[in-house]
């Protein structure tokens, strides 16, 4: 199984619109990034720019006045949001 969490950031305007997390078969995971690459054209980053990416968009869209989902953690998004079901 792949346990993976997909976020959707509006960097030039209100931060971290959307992010869930899923638990899919390998193949299935594939099959989707196929899909959103398609969509949309992926780079390769570090998993700390993302992170920092994630932290900064969630920063500047609580300056203007939008708070966080409830999903959000302490510092900006929880990047382990569901990963106690995922055992």
């Given at each position: ?58 920063v ?8 966080p ?19």
């Amino acid at each position: 199984m792949v346990a993976a969490s997909f976020f959707l950031i509006e960097v030039w305007c209100l931060g971290v619109k959307a992010g869930f997390f899923v638990v899919m078969t390998p193949r299935k995971f594939g099959d989707r990034i196929d899909e959103l690459s398609r969509q949309q054209p992926f780079i390769d980053i570090d998993p700390s720019v993302a992170r920092k990416l994630l932290h900064d968009a969630a920063v500047y869209a609580a300056g203007l006045g939008l708070a966080p989902s409830e999903e959000a953690g302490p510092d900006g998004f929880n990047f382990m949001a569901g990963m106690a079901d995922f055992a």
